[in-house]
């Protein structure tokens, strides 16, 4: 999945593939294959590019499979009660409603189907 987000931001602040493959440590040409989906973006990486291309890991992040995942192992924010981290945030719900709405729709699809058949 092209991680067309990214590539936006990217060109935005006038950066190169080569520009942020350096701040990743890696070639240009391994950085071209994240871009392009064809290799996976750690989180790691994702935290390193929002900080280089100086935006909010929401700006640019993209799920490999249209999934997103909240992971907060470098947290940063609001602690609650007990030292735990509210990772949840509007951007995480509203995604996660979206998510369920299109299983909701394949699982549709798929009763239809077997309907058909039956």
């Known amino acids: 999945?092209?991680?067309?987000?990214?590539?936006?931001?990217?060109?935005?602040?006038?950066?190169?593939?080569?520009?942020?493959?350096?701040?990743?440590?890696?070639?240009?040409?391994?950085?071209?294959?994240?871009?392009?989906?064809?290799?996976?973006?750690?989180?790691?990486?994702?935290?390193?590019?929002?900080?280089?291309?100086?935006?909010?890991?929401?700006?640019?992040?993209?799920p490999e499979d249209g999934v997103y995942i909240i992971n907060n192992e470098n947290a940063n924010g609001n602690f609650g009660n007990n030292n735990t981290y509210n990772a949840f945030n509007e951007f995480a719900f509203e995604t996660m409603r979206k998510y369920i709405q299109k299983l909701e729709e394949e699982i549709a699809t798929l009763k239809e189907k077997l309907h058909q058949k039956g």
């Open 1 to 62: 999945m092209i991680k067309q987000k990214l590539i936006n931001r990217r060109k935005e602040v006038d950066k190169s593939q080569a520009d942020v493959a350096f701040a990743l440590n890696i070639e240009q040409s391994q950085y071209s294959k994240r871009e392009s989906g064809l290799i996976k973006i750690s989180k790691k990486e994702w935290d390193l590019m929002a900080k280089f291309l100086s935006c909010k890991l929401e700006d640019i992040y993209e």
